[in-house]
């Protein structure tokens, strides 16, 4: 599954296989959401 959002106060980059996550961004999958740790 590839979902990737980004708004005002966060981004999620894709670089080759390398995912870099700025600000607070959040996965919501089967109903549970869990928070990213910020890489950059």
């Known amino acids: ?10 981004a999620v980059r894709l670089k080759g ?3 870099d996550i700025l600000g607070n961004v959040y996965l919501i999958y089967k109903s549970k959401i869990q928070k990213l740790d910020e890489t950059l």
Do not use: E, G, P, Q
């Open 17 to 19: 296989d390398k995912i």
């Open 1 to 10: 599954m590839k979902v990737y959002a980004s708004n005002k106060d966060c």
